[in-house]
Every structure is written in C-alpha cells, then in structure tokens.
C-alpha cells in the first residue's frame, strides 16, 4: 500500500471560507529526512514499512484563494470557476505551432547555426542551404534585427564593470557574421 | 541531447506529434515513447542504451519471482537481496571501479608496493544513478507489498522514459506505472502549466546558470589559488545560485515536456535556499531522492525506530551514501558527511535543548542553514579536497580586488536569490492566467519569451550538472 500523500486540490474546507489575504506557505513535498519519533501513544514500529505508514503525514495547508494548494505534482492546478473547454490538446498544438513558426521568422540565425553543426552529408547539405536561404529572406527584410539589437544591448551590459577593473574582452559573437553567432 | 537546443526541441515536437496522434491505442503510444527514449539515450552512447535494456528487464524479472513466490517469505526476500545486489553491481562497476582501484593502489604504494595496478578505463553511463535507483525502488516496493507488478512493457519505459533519464527527478513505480496503464488527457492546465514550466527552465539554464558558469564559477574554481577574496566569495554564492538554476531547470523542463506527453511527474524543488534547518532543506532540495534515501535507506538502517544513538548512526550513513551516490570522490563523502552532522546535530539540539530557550528566529536560521549548504557546496564542486580547501582559506587571506565578478554578474546571484522568496505557487497562478487565454496568443507570448532568452544567452549550452552523476 502507497504510503499517503495529498493529492487533488480540495481541502477540509470550501476554500470560499478562507481569507483571502493570506495565503498559507506551501507545505513540503515530502516527509523529512529525519523522521520525528513516534507520538508516546502510537505503537512503536517495528519494521520499515511500519515506520513509513506510521509517520504522521504533514498537515497541509487549505487552498487559498484561487485553489491553490499542495499536489503531488506541479502542473495539477485546481479546477477554474468556469470550465474550460476540454480541448487541451488543440490548445497545446496550436501554441506550440504558433511558437515554432514566430521563431522560424524572427530567429533564423538559430535555425541557421544549427544547421552547421550538423554532421557534413549530402543531405545536410541540403538542409544548411535551405537555412542559408532562409536566412538571407529574413536578414533581407530586417526580421533579425530585432533579436540582434536585443543580444548587443544585453552583451553590452553584461561587459560593464566596476571601477577599476580591466575592460572585458571583445565579445567574439557582437561582430561576427558567423553562422549561430 | 541536451533540452534547451533545436535539436532537442524538433525530436520533441516529433514524438509528440506521433504519441498523440496514436491516442486510440495506448500500448502502440507506449513503444513509441520507448523507442524515442533510446533514441534520446542512445544520442549519448548507442553502447549503454543495451544497459538502459538489460536493467529494465533485470528488474522486471525479480519483481515477477518476488510476486510469483507469494508466501514463501525467505524465496521472496532472496529475490529481493539478488535484484538490489545486481543493482548496486552495475551502479558500483561503472561508477566507482575506478575509484575503488586507484584507493587500492595507493594502499599498496604506501606498503612498498611498486608496481602500478591495471585499472581498466571504465565509462559512466549517463543517468546511471537515476535509473537504478528507479529500477530498485521497484524491487524494494514490490517486496514492501507497495505497489502492484507492472508489465514488462511499463516497467522498461519506467526506466528508460526520456524526460528523467538522465537527471531525474526520480518517479517512482506507484507513481507513472498507474499512468502509463491508461491512455493519458492532456488538459489546458497541464499543457500551460508544462509550457510554463519548460520557458522557466529554459531561462534558468540559459541565462543564469550558463553566464554564472562560464564568467564566474568556472575560474574561481579552477585555480582557487589565483583569485581574489571577493571573486572567491562572489564563486561560492555563484556556484549555490548556478546549480540551483541549472538543476531545478532540468527539473521544470523534466516536469513539462511529461505534462505536455500527458504524465505527472512528482514535485523535485520547493525554494531550498528558503529552508530554515537542513532538515527543512532536505524537504525541499532534490526532494525525489531525499524521500528516496529516506524510504529504501535510512528506514531499512533502523530510522526512528532504536533510539537516538541508532537515529543518528542511520542519519550519518544514509547522508554519507548521498553524497557517494553522488559520485566517486571524497569531496562528495565530505559533503555528505557535513550534511549528515549538521543534521544529527540538529536533531539532538531538538531532543536536549534546554527548557525556556526559544528556537533560533527563522532569518537567523535561513541564513545559518544556507550558509553551511555553501560550505557544503563548495566541497561539491571542488575538484580535490585540497583544492576546496585552498578555495575557503582563500576567502579569508587572500584579498586583493574583485577582477571577475561583475555588477552583471552580482545581479544575477542576487536574482537567483530572490527566486527562494518569490510568493507560494508563483508559477501556478502563472499557468492558471494562461490556460485561460487564447493559444494564438499564448504561442505569440512563449514565441517572444524564447526568442529573449536566446538573444541573451551565452554562446552553446553546457550539459546540466547532474548529468555527471
């Protein structure tokens, strides 16, 4: 038998009876390493999988406001007041599309660079010239500079220094036209 | 095949196209996984996927006799005593033959021994560790009368399942065979909890821990003698920042890329550096393999259940095999050490405090508790214990000015900090916005979020660090 643990997101009471304005801590996701000792009442265990289904499971905190509340999993969130459609799967696909293709436009360097890390065949030959062409529609019409502009504001904050330190080296990646640089 | 590259991402976008779209038969999805988990193992070394295999089956096959022996105690525990033997086998011959050797050798050097021994060039599989211990704790559970048999199909995916191969977290039987037995949902909590989940990660890795690696902790760790008080200083909170960032990364991306396959994983981090004793850490640092070590080590060493001699014999040994679990090497022994006095120690504390004194005020006992993981981490990343050495009277002697910490730099540990302090279920409530929104516009935002997170982050990904382990 699994030893006990919290699962689900409802608690002993509605979560509408609770405060609003303080939201308990999580409770750890586990019982603790150092097992506290038996309560005098309890019987003294005598085996290991005694002592595991005897260890006082942590009291959990109450949902808070939204739901919220300990689950043996991170992505178990509570219901939404007003169901959802049941098309998680359309919504995943359809994120994860829109996803792929913003970056395919906006990010060819990447497609670019990883394109010449693959191992040298005939057919990836294939696929860096694709990239290459790619690349070269996109740059035509400004669609990296946005990315660019980002990494050379951001390379250039990561050289500042305090007083008196040496200056950084030059970022090899600022100027370069270097495939995934 | 690392998660956060395009390599990585496509095979994703791949398997996960071809398991949903064979959701009408739930043993053809569970073949592909399988097969698409050798295939991401096998990107490492083709050699080990035919371990990854072998384990799989070892493990299946003593959980049947255990099972098929039901009532003949003494059969049933041979079993188990062959499985865990063979476990700790293959686990000791790739990760500490080498070890084991060259300690031999330098016994036989200090007794006038002088020839050198042969020792064999043994590789480590990655996730070597992971996946046994995984296999194990299924031994063990069936034993326990736990969890139920599982086929031979679920148990081999349990194993080889490619988002915790190779740095867990750890799930157990009695939590994916269950799912595996029924064709998964994927519903828009888990979906945008998972994408959610993989952007954190993604940033965590990309940014924090890799910049923090390749300007910081990397130098001051190479050469401890070298550096300044302020850089090796500015090393050690790095390091405690870089893998927390890199290892609870794995983690979320672990959790996500599962969530959008249609499985829940258990939870592996809860805001360690927040913990107010090293108990409290171990609840919330690599929670898989502390309730691991807790359930199949420290209990079967006695636990709570002999008194407090016993108690904290078992609290010693059980944190000294932590740290060897680690890897082969006496820092590792040192830190676990470390961490299982400080854990006896508190323990006692607890049992003898006098009576009127008040606990430690929780900040004192955040800060105490966080700066003993530093010196613990510092042990765990150094490459000898000389060399850990050197690195902490460093920070006390040899002065000078800061040359490689940078206010960017210092930024981002003291991000990385405040990460522990972020209000409860932060990326849930996140999650809970998204699933309610349009997809068009959530794909546009996750679009957007990757593309900064690529503009800056540095050139390459290094591997995660429990990749070693």
């Known amino acids: 038998m699994a030893r006990k643990t919290t699962t689900g997101t409802t608690g002993g009471k509605k979560p509408a009876t609770r ?14 390493l150092d097992l506290p000792a038996p309560a005098p009442s309890a019987p003294t265990p005598e085996t290991a999988t005694q002592e595991i289904e005897t260890v006082p499971v942590e009291t959990q905190p109450l949902p808070d406001s939204l739901g919220l509340t300990h689950t043996s999993s991170p992505v178990d969130l509570p219901e939404p007041a007003v169901p959802l459609p049941h098309d998680g799967l359309k919504w995943a696909t359809t994120v994860m599309a829109v996803t792929a293709l913003f970056l395919l436009v906006f990010n060819a360097t990447a497609l670019r660079g990883w394109a010449y890390e693959l191992t040298p065949t005939d057919t990836n030959a294939k696929v860096v010239s694709a990239s290459e062409t790619w690349y070269d529609l996109t740059a035509g019409i400004g669609l990296n500079k946005p990315v660019d502009a980002l990494h050379h504001w951001w390379r250039g904050n990561m050289n500042l220094r305090f007083p008196g330190q040496e200056a950084a080296a030059p970022d090899v990646r600022l100027d370069s036209d270097q495939p995934g640089g | 095949m690392l998660f956060p590259t395009l390599s990585f991402g496509l095979f994703f976008l791949l398997i996960y196209a071809a398991t949903w779209s064979l959701k009408a038969s739930n043993e053809w999805r569970k073949i592909i996984l399988l097969v698409a988990s050798w295939y991401f193992y096998g990107a490492w070394d083709t050699r080990f996927v035919a371990l990854l295999i072998a384990s799989g089956v070892l493990n299946w096959g003593v959980a049947r006799l255990i099972v098929a022996n039901e009532g003949r105690d003494r059969a049933r525990k041979t079993w188990l ?10 686990l000791g011959f790739f990760k500490y033959y080498g070890f084991f050797m060259e300690q031999v050798e330098h016994l036989l050097h200090s007794l006038g021994w002088e020839r050198d021994l042969y020792i064999m060039q043994v590789v480590l599989p990655v996730g070597i560790s992971f996946f046994t211990f995984q296999g194990m704790s299924y031994v063990i559970d069936i034993y326990r009368r736990k969890t139920e048999a599982a086929s ?23 939590h994916l065979i269950p799912q595996f037995r029924k064709v ?3 519903t828009r909590g888990m979906a945008a909890m998972g994408l959610a989940l993989i952007a954190w990660g993604l940033f965590k890795k990309a940014i924090i821990a890799s910049e923090l690696a390749t300007q910081l902790v990397d130098q001051t760790f190479f050469d401890p003698s070298a550096q300044s008080s302020p850089d090796l200083i500015a090393g050690a909170y790095g390091y405690a920042v870089q893998i927390y ?5 794995y983690t979320d991306m672990a959790v996500g890329l599962a969530a959008l396959l249609g499985y829940r994983f258990p939870h592996n981090f809860n805001q360690p550096y927040r913990a107010n004793s090293l108990q409290d850490f171990w609840r919330r640092w690599h929670i898989s393999l502390s309730s691991w070590l807790r359930d199949y080590l420290y209990v079967s060493l006695g636990g709570s259940r002999h008194g407090l001699t016993r108690l904290c014999l078992a609290l010693m040994t059980t944190m000294l095999l932590g740290g060897l679990w680690h890897g082969a090497s006496w820092n590792f022994v040192i830190w ?30 955040i800060i105490i508790t966080f700066h003993i993981v530093l010196l613990g981490w510092i042990f765990f990343r ?4 000389d060399s850990a050495l050197a690195f902490i009277g460093g920070i006390f002697t040899a002065g000078g000015t800061a040359a490689l910490v940078t206010p960017m730099l210092l930024l981002m540990i003291l991000v990385g900090m405040t990460f522990h302090y972020a209000p409860p279920y932060t990326m849930q409530r996140v999650a809970m916005r998204l699933r309610s929104m349009k997809a068009i516009w959530v794909g ?12 800056m982050r540095p050139e390459g990904v290094a591997p995660f660090i429990y990749y070693q382990f």
């Not at chain 2, 960032?245 to 990364?249: G, I, L, R, V």
């Open chain 1, 19 to 32: 405060k609003r304005s303080a939201p308990k801590a999580a409770a750890p996701e586990t019982l603790p």
């Open chain 2, 81 to 90: 005593v062959i499985g865990v033997v063979i476990n700790l086998a293959i």
């Open chain 2, 152 to 174: 031979l199909l679920d148990m081999v995916l349990l194993m080889s399942f490619f988002p915790h191969l190779v740095a867990g977290p750890i799930v157990r039987a009695s």
């Open chain 2, 184 to 186: 998964p949902e994927l």
């Open chain 2, 245 to 249: 960032c890199d290892f609870s990364a």
């Open chain 2, 336 to 365: 676990g050490a470390l961490h299982g006095s400080v854990l006896a120690i508190e323990r006692l504390w607890r049992e003898f405090r006098p009576k009127g004194w008040k606990p430690l005020p929780n900040i004192l006992g």
């Open chain 2, 382 to 385: 150094a490459q000898s214990f």
């Open chain 2, 444 to 455: 546009l935002g996750l679009g957007l979020f990757i593309l900064v997170v690529d503009a």
